[in-house]
């Protein structure tokens, strides 16, 4: 950067002032960077401090402002000085000033040394900032042609809402819906579970009321009998192809919700239930549509007297769902009132495995419980026989002590909700296993033109993306075929931007909560197209602008960075050169640590970036005077606020560590591992989230890639006589701070068992 | 185990909830009640059973269930019920179907369970001593000192009366605890060889639990009931005894010609006995009346059984007392009538006792030795 002036403010509140040198910090400082500007001030957070930086910032032309003091976490927002001026954190108080531990060294004024040990650690980090504000640019994102038009795709409960939603919030719909009605499962209901206070009551089916309000909303466009023929494109530049009918429209989309629901589990596999056998054996969907029409035994139409629910019917089975779908319990209820509606003395039997009715909805289940009609009793199937035109039930292990036997008129199977996305993502998951197992016989393949399974993917999906790494989302069986991607932190999110998913095909639900889900979906498609119009990314750097940029002169067309991108948000043309669509991306670095030409950059981090960063360390030569160095890379999402929290509660870990913040471990590339052995650093630490099928990285494969570049890393220091264990990936969540000191001293003695870094000196 | 064919009787939940297990459905079987109870046995423990064997209309197991009568409704299962499904409640209300049912003729059980019979059960005394009124003095109050035995004389119409009701009382109990053990006995319990026989249980379960009321003090959370329970019961007893004397004492005078003669002397340790009895009952009415009152309502409710054998000894007492305190008083034109009245209430507490709530001091009896006899016994025994 040719013209950033900067400025560096060293605070010397919070303790730092007592326990660092800072007119040695200073002096080092302008030696080293020679900054304009050098000032120390004792609350640069406070009116007085900031009225200084600013006064700088205006009579001086200071535009890269250095804060030396308290971590980036906090304060962030004081220490803001509008686009133009860039700003950097030196965070000298949390892992400096507060963490340090008096290391076991002789007095530096004995040694070569000019400072002490937390002095020289302060230095680094102010070093650090410096050099990274050297290079930063601001990012100027070029931004599309938005359309701010949201797709729902599916018409039933969900895509109803999420639809009203949106056009409530004031954006353009276009709601596709592959039947010829709208409504889904919901419009096949009889009634519905409760939806207000005091939840105790069955409600009617008040379906009708929400489509018409679609139909009459002037910004919703309704598309039935609609079929999604092919999304291509990127948040806010979706193109849509649906073929309506025997027509084909094309649609320019902003973002889209995926609310395609459920479908009930094929039932023909629970014969041992006596399904398919039994004719008076239905599932609960069958008995909701007898129900509509008037209940009546389907052996021979005979009024119906007694009916027997077997809940988890096919569930919580590791021969069939191995999941619970959440709602069974409470449509068993539902329907076991529709049973005591048929007459006085009409008894519903309903036997379960447990009675999951979460949250509010247990006032449904007390209610039901009060029907002197309504029995209930846990209980383990043991045989559904036919008897005449009635079912006789045998179970045991029930709350009653003894196993029961109850002849009754009707078995209802309380069967579950599989989502419309299990046949893609098996196929997905099969085709991923292959591609990873057999290289050579896909080669052959890829001679011998596609595999048809894959134009079979394409075919059954129901987005049918054009995107570079396939037409479904990545790895859904970690749901079960659901398209959820990270319970809790972030719902509704998938793997692919722009697109949302709610309702029943994101996790198994009732409306209330489908409800609640095609707002929160709604919400999110809207802050999608609101953010691609401003050029930043929407989650979960949310407001991020940089983008990463390619070298392209220097890319050998390898499509490691296609391929690793946990989002699919790059294309590639034929030759494999890689094709950015900014608003996919999630700004991870992902691609930037994969690339092994290092083509890939940040704006406001890159590869020389962190490069300098880690050549500012001061790596003493002599151990036994300086200590050892380590460099630890540290995940922001987690791992970062973890030593921050441990710092607060008084925390101290070894004063030999330098912390170097990066965006995800997936950002991490083996250059900057290699630039610090080189250097004589004694080890690196890479303290990130956790990987694998219950992973919790921010970014879903980010760190799991970091660990299998760190595989490779390290069989290449083994060639170079250095111990591979110098290199270490640790797994931390946020809220491990209290085991951090722990995990950094034990390396750090790890390695000091090695001795020294042999590159050291070099 | 053999298996159990379930055909649940809806009817049965339906009358059990108007007897007074209201909030029987409630429950959802976590077995609070049953871990808490200090009285329920390790094996087959109540009430969490009943509980269930209720919600699912199992009239057979429930009206031979012997662990009803183990159960002194101290009300700390309903209390702790995370549910309000005051089990407490349940097993009282299981109780007050056995009075129903478990004493002939049918119709006293029905007209017992419910205040829609009141009129029949007040009117049949009330005809009975209006018409002796009306032949002794013609329905009019007689003059000079105040004699009870002028308009109702003791060996003509009180004795007889309550004589003929005695031994009615009597047999219909006698059948009735026969089925009682039928009834245990066909759920299973039967006494092992070795065990101890059942008179001999009876004894020691009047010295060892009645007298002392020593279940009754297990239940700590209930004070007020156990010491209001034991003031009733010393009441009676206290009366009982008088009235035994005074009876013997007549008739017995008879046959040595030195009769005991009524109304006793003030002055006469028999009448003090008579007088502490009375207030005992009272005294033991007013703490279960209150604390039948301030029972939170969410926690357990007293059903019609409870309140009409509140209401009767209340009766009881009040006229009993009223009748001397007016005799003494010197107002005839009050003390005859209320005197009138203490022998219906009189006739209402006895008569019907076999299918009031009164019942248990029998039926509770005979199931408490019948427990000791089969080695049923509470978890703190």
């Given at each position: 950067?040719?013209?950033?002036?900067?400025?560096?403010?060293?605070?010397?509140?919070?303790?730092?002032?007592?326990?660092?040198?800072?007119?040695?910090?200073?002096?080092?400082?302008?030696?080293?960077?020679?900054?304009?500007?050098?000032?120390?001030?004792?609350?640069?957070?406070?009116?007085?401090?900031?009225?200084?930086?600013?006064?700088?910032?205006?009579?001086?032309?200071?535009?890269?402002?250095?804060?030396?003091?308290?971590?980036?976490?906090?304060?962030?927002?004081?220490?803001?000085?509008?686009?133009?001026?860039?700003?950097?954190?030196?965070?000298?108080?949390?892992?400096?000033?507060?963490?340090?531990?008096?290391?076991?060294?002789?007095?530096?004024?004995?040694?070569?040394?000019?400072?002490?040990?937390?002095?020289?650690?302060?230095?680094?980090?102010?070093?650090?900032?410096?050099?990274?504000?050297?290079?930063?640019?601001?990012?100027?994102?070029?931004?599309?042609?938005?359309?701010?038009?949201?797709?729902?795709?599916?018409?039933?409960?969900?895509?109803?809402?999420?639809?009203?939603?949106?056009?409530?919030?004031?954006?353009?719909?276009?709601?596709?819906?592959?039947?010829?009605?709208?409504?889904?499962?919901?419009?096949?209901?009889?009634?519905?579970?409760?939806?207000?206070?005091?939840?105790?009551?069955?409600?009617?089916?008040?379906?009708?009321?929400?489509?018409?309000?679609?139909?009459?909303?002037?910004?919703?466009?309704?598309?039935?009998?609609?079929?999604?023929?092919?999304?291509?494109?990127?948040?806010?530049?979706?193109?849509?192809?649906?073929?309506?009918?025997?027509?084909?429209?094309?649609?320019?989309?902003?973002?889209?919700?995926?609310?395609?629901?459920?479908?009930?589990?094929?039932?023909?596999?629970?014969?041992?239930?006596?399904?398919?056998?039994?004719?008076?054996?239905?599932?609960?969907?069958?008995?909701?549509?007898?129900?509509?029409?008037?209940?009546?035994?389907?052996?021979?139409?005979?009024?119906?007297?007694?009916?027997?629910?077997?809940?988890?019917?096919?569930?919580?089975?590791?021969?069939?769902?191995?999941?619970?779908?959440?709602?069974?319990?409470?449509?068993?209820?539902?329907?076991?009132?529709?049973?005591?509606?048929?007459?006085?003395?009409?008894?519903?039997?309903?036997?379960?495995?447990?009675?999951?009715?979460?949250?509010?909805?247990?006032?449904?289940?007390?209610?039901?419980?009060?029907?002197?009609?309504?029995?209930?009793?846990?209980?383990?199937?043991?045989?559904?026989?036919?008897?005449?035109?009635?079912?006789?039930?045998?179970?045991?292990?029930?709350?009653?002590?003894?196993?029961?036997?109850?002849?009754?008129?009707?078995?209802?199977?309380?069967?579950?909700?599989?989502?419309?996305?299990?046949?893609?993502?098996?196929?997905?998951?099969?085709?991923?296993?292959?591609?990873?197992?057999?290289?050579?016989?896909?080669?052959?393949?890829?001679?011998?033109?596609?595999?048809?399974?894959?134009?079979?993917?394409?075919?059954?999906?129901?987005?049918?993306?054009?995107?570079?790494?396939?037409?479904?989302?990545?790895?859904?069986?970690?749901?079960?075929?659901?398209?959820?991607?990270?319970?809790?932190?972030?719902?509704?999110?998938?793997?692919?931007?722009?697109?949302?998913?709610?309702?029943?095909?994101?996790?198994?639900?009732?409306?209330?909560?489908?409800?609640?889900?095609?707002?929160?979906?709604?919400?999110?498609?809207?802050?999608?197209?609101?953010?691609?119009?401003?050029?930043?990314?929407?989650?979960?750097?949310?407001?991020?602008?940089?983008?990463?940029?390619?070298?392209?002169?220097?890319?050998?067309?390898?499509?490691?960075?296609?391929?690793?991108?946990?989002?699919?948000?790059?294309?590639?043309?034929?030759?494999?050169?890689?094709?950015?669509?900014?608003?996919?991306?999630?700004?991870?670095?992902?691609?930037?640590?994969?690339?092994?030409?290092?083509?890939?950059?940040?704006?406001?981090?890159?590869?020389?970036?962190?490069?300098?960063?880690?050549?500012?360390?001061?790596?003493?030569?002599?151990?036994?005077?300086?200590?050892?160095?380590?460099?630890?890379?540290?995940?922001?999402?987690?791992?970062?606020?973890?030593?921050?929290?441990?710092?607060?509660?008084?925390?101290?870990?070894?004063?030999?560590?330098?912390?170097?913040?990066?965006?995800?471990?997936?950002?991490?590339?083996?250059?900057?591992?290699?630039?610090?052995?080189?250097?004589?650093?004694?080890?690196?630490?890479?303290?990130?989230?956790?990987?694998?099928?219950?992973?919790?990285?921010?970014?879903?494969?980010?760190?799991?890639?970091?660990?299998?570049?760190?595989?490779?890393?390290?069989?290449?220091?083994?060639?170079?006589?250095?111990?591979?264990?110098?290199?270490?990936?640790?797994?931390?969540?946020?809220?491990?701070?209290?085991?951090?000191?722990?995990?950094?001293?034990?390396?750090?003695?790890?390695?000091?068992?090695?001795?020294?870094?042999?590159?050291?000196?070099? | 185990?053999?298996?159990?064919?379930?055909?649940?009787?809806?009817?049965?939940?339906?009358?059990?909830?108007?007897?007074?297990?209201?909030?029987?459905?409630?429950?959802?079987q976590c077995a609070t009640c049953s871990v808490i109870c200090p009285l329920s046995p390790e094996e087959n423990p109540f009430p969490r059973k009943e509980m269930i064997w209720a919600q699912w209309g199992l009239k057979d197991k429930l009206v031979n269930d012997i662990d009803i009568w183990l159960c002194h409704n101290c009300g700390e299962c309903s209390d702790l019920c995370p549910r309000g499904a005051s089990p407490g409640d349940v097993l009282a209300a299981l109780r007050n179907m056995a009075y129903r049912s478990l004493a002939k003729p049918a119709i006293l059980g029905k007209w017992l369970s419910s205040a829609r019979y009141l009129p029949i059960l007040f009117g049949i005394p009330a005809l009975l001593y209006l018409i002796i009124w009306g032949f002794t003095t013609g329905l009019t109050i007689p003059a000079g000192t105040i004699e009870f035995g002028k308009v109702f004389p003791g060996d003509y119409t009180i004795d007889p009366v309550f004589g003929l009701v005695a031994i009615f009382v009597l047999?219909?109990?006698?059948?009735?605890?026969?089925?009682?053990?039928?009834?245990?006995?066909?759920?299973?319990?039967?006494?092992?060889?070795?065990?101890?026989?059942?008179?001999?249980?009876?004894?020691?379960?009047?010295?060892?639990?009645?007298?002392?009321?020593?279940?009754?003090?297990?239940?700590?959370?209930?004070?007020?009931?156990?010491?209001?329970?034991?003031?009733?019961?010393?009441?009676?007893?206290?009366?009982?005894?008088?009235?035994?004397?005074?009876?013997?004492?007549?008739?017995?005078?008879?046959?040595?010609?030195?009769?005991?003669?009524?109304?006793?002397?003030?002055?006469?340790?028999?009448?003090?006995?008579?007088?502490?009895?009375?207030?005992?009952?009272?005294?033991?009415?007013?703490?279960?009346?209150?604390?039948?009152?301030?029972?939170?309502?969410?926690?357990?409710?007293?059903?019609?059984?409870?309140?009409?054998?509140?209401?009767?000894?209340?009766?009881?007492?009040?006229?009993?007392?009223?009748?001397?305190?007016?005799?003494?008083?010197?107002?005839?034109?009050?003390?005859?009538?209320?005197?009138?009245?203490?022998?219906?209430?009189?006739?209402?507490?006895?008569?019907?006792l076999p299918w009031t709530k009164l019942a248990h001091l029998v039926y509770r009896t005979v199931a408490l030795a019948y427990a000791r006899q089969i080695g049923r016994k509470g978890l703190d025994e």
């Amino acid at each position: 950067m040719a013209d950033r002036k900067i400025g560096v403010y060293i605070c010397t509140g919070c303790d730092i002032g007592n326990k660092v040198d800072i007119e040695k910090v200073k002096e080092y400082i302008d030696d080293e960077c020679s900054p304009a500007i050098i000032k120390e001030l004792p609350f640069l957070c406070g009116q007085a401090g900031l009225e200084e930086i600013k006064k700088d910032i205006e009579n001086e032309g200071i535009n890269g402002v250095c804060i030396a003091g308290c971590s980036p976490r906090v304060n962030w927002d004081v220490f803001d000085f509008g686009p133009e001026v860039v700003v950097e954190r030196a965070n000298i108080r949390e892992l400096a000033v507060w963490s340090y531990k008096e290391p076991d060294l002789p007095p530096y004024e004995e040694t070569e040394l000019e400072a002490d040990p937390l002095t020289m650690m302060v230095q680094d980090y102010i070093k650090m900032a410096v050099a990274k504000l050297e290079k930063i640019e601001v990012p100027e994102p070029e931004i599309p042609e938005i359309a701010k038009t949201i797709l729902v795709v599916g018409g039933g409960f969900t895509g109803l809402n999420a639809s009203l939603d949106a056009a409530k919030a004031g954006y353009d719909v276009v709601l596709v819906e592959k039947e010829a009605e709208l409504g889904g499962f919901a419009a096949k209901m009889y009634k519905r579970t409760p939806s207000t206070y005091p939840f105790t009551a069955t409600e009617e089916n008040d379906i009708a009321q929400l489509i018409s309000a679609v139909q009459d909303n002037d910004k919703i466009k309704v598309l039935t009998s609609a079929q999604i023929e092919k999304i291509s494109g990127a948040p806010g530049t979706y193109e849509v192809k649906v073929k309506v009918g025997e027509e084909e429209q094309n649609l320019k989309i902003g973002a889209i919700i995926l609310a395609t629901g459920w479908k009930p589990y094929d039932a023909s596999k629970l014969s041992d239930l006596g399904y398919g056998k039994i004719k008076n054996v239905v599932t609960n969907v069958e008995f909701e549509a007898l129900a509509k029409e008037g209940i009546k035994r389907p052996s021979d139409g005979a009024a119906v007297k007694s009916v027997a629910f077997i809940q988890c019917a096919g569930q919580r089975d590791p021969e069939h769902l191995p999941y619970c779908s959440s709602i069974c319990c409470l449509v068993s209820l539902k329907q076991a009132n529709y049973v005591r509606e048929l007459s006085e003395d009409a008894k519903a039997y309903i036997f379960y495995k447990d009675m999951r009715t979460t949250g509010i909805f247990e006032n449904y289940y007390k209610s039901a419980q009060d029907d002197p009609g309504i029995f209930l009793t846990k209980a383990e199937i043991e045989e559904i026989v036919e008897d005449g035109d009635q079912v006789i039930v045998r179970v045991k292990d029930t709350l009653l002590g003894e196993d029961l036997e109850v002849k009754v008129d009707m078995v209802v199977l309380a069967t579950g909700m599989v989502p419309t996305t299990l046949e893609e993502a098996k196929l997905e998951f099969e085709l991923k296993q292959q591609a990873s197992g057999e290289e050579e016989e896909k080669k052959e393949e890829e001679e011998g033109g596609e595999d048809p399974r894959l134009a079979k993917l394409r075919e059954i999906s129901c987005l049918k993306l054009d995107y570079r790494q396939g037409p479904t989302f990545p790895d859904l069986m970690l749901f079960d075929g659901f398209a959820d991607s990270n319970y809790i932190c972030f719902p509704y999110e998938t793997r692919r931007t722009g697109i949302y998913a709610a309702g029943c095909v994101r996790q198994p639900m009732g409306l209330v909560a489908a409800k609640e889900d095609a707002t929160g979906a709604a919400l999110k498609a809207i802050q999608c197209i609101e953010s691609a119009n401003r050029g930043v990314a929407v989650h979960p750097r949310s407001g991020d602008m940089s983008y990463p940029k390619f070298n392209f002169t220097r890319c050998t067309q390898c499509k490691r960075c296609t391929e690793e991108c946990p989002f699919g948000a790059l294309d590639d043309d034929e030759k494999g050169t890689p094709k950015p669509n900014p608003t996919r991306c999630r700004r991870c670095g992902t691609c930037m640590g994969a690339c092994p030409e290092r083509v890939i950059s940040f704006d406001n981090y890159s590869i020389t970036m962190i490069n300098d960063m880690i050549t500012s360390i001061q790596v003493p030569e002599d151990e036994e005077e300086g200590g050892y160095r380590f460099l630890v890379l540290c995940c922001e999402n987690d791992a970062y606020p973890a030593l921050d929290m441990a710092a607060l509660r008084g925390k101290k870990w070894s004063a030999y560590v330098r912390f170097v913040p990066v965006r995800c471990l997936g950002s991490v590339n083996t250059q900057w591992i290699a630039e610090a052995m080189s250097k004589g650093i004694d080890g690196v630490l890479l303290l990130g989230c956790k990987y694998g099928d219950d992973y919790q990285c921010h970014f879903m494969k980010g760190s799991e890639l970091c660990n299998r570049r760190m595989d490779n890393i390290s069989e290449t220091l083994a060639k170079l006589q250095v111990e591979a264990e110098r290199v270490k990936q640790v797994e931390v969540a946020i809220d491990d701070y209290d085991k951090i000191p722990e995990i950094i001293d034990q390396f750090v003695e790890e390695i000091e068992g090695f001795g020294p870094n042999p590159f050291k000196g070099f | 185990m053999a298996r159990l064919k379930i055909e649940p009787d809806i009817q049965f939940i339906k009358e059990l909830q108007e007897a007074g297990g209201e909030s029987l459905k409630k429950c959802y079987q976590c077995a609070t009640c049953s871990v808490i109870c200090p009285l329920s046995p390790e094996e087959n423990p109540f009430p969490r059973k009943e509980m269930i064997w209720a919600q699912w209309g199992l009239k057979d197991k429930l009206v031979n269930d012997i662990d009803i009568w183990l159960c002194h409704n101290c009300g700390e299962c309903s209390d702790l019920c995370p549910r309000g499904a005051s089990p407490g409640d349940v097993l009282a209300a299981l109780r007050n179907m056995a009075y129903r049912s478990l004493a002939k003729p049918a119709i006293l059980g029905k007209w017992l369970s419910s205040a829609r019979y009141l009129p029949i059960l007040f009117g049949i005394p009330a005809l009975l001593y209006l018409i002796i009124w009306g032949f002794t003095t013609g329905l009019t109050i007689p003059a000079g000192t105040i004699e009870f035995g002028k308009v109702f004389p003791g060996d003509y119409t009180i004795d007889p009366v309550f004589g003929l009701v005695a031994i009615f009382v009597l047999f219909t109990f006698a059948s009735a605890i026969g089925n009682l053990f039928n009834s245990f006995k066909s759920s299973g319990y039967v006494p092992k060889e070795d065990a101890p026989s059942f008179w001999k249980c009876l004894i020691d379960i009047v010295k060892e639990e009645i007298i002392t009321h020593s279940k009754f003090q297990k239940c700590s959370s209930n004070a007020e009931r156990y010491q209001g329970h034991l003031l009733l019961f010393y009441g009676f007893v206290a009366l009982l005894i008088v009235t035994s004397i005074v009876a013997v004492g007549h008739w017995g005078g008879k046959l040595i010609g030195h009769q005991l003669h009524t109304p006793l002397s003030l002055l006469n340790p028999i009448k003090w006995l008579a007088n502490i009895g009375a207030i005992l009952l009272i005294a033991g009415l007013v703490l279960i009346t209150r604390m039948r009152l301030n029972t939170d309502p969410a926690k357990s409710v007293s059903s019609y059984y409870d309140w009409y054998l509140l209401g009767v000894i209340w009766a009881v007492g009040l006229t009993g007392i009223g009748s001397e305190v007016l005799r003494l008083a010197n107002v005839p034109g009050l003390a005859y009538p209320v005197y009138y009245l203490h022998l219906v209430f009189v006739f209402m507490l006895i008569a019907y006792l076999p299918w009031t709530k009164l019942a248990h001091l029998v039926y509770r009896t005979v199931a408490l030795a019948y427990a000791r006899q089969i080695g049923r016994k509470g978890l703190d025994e």
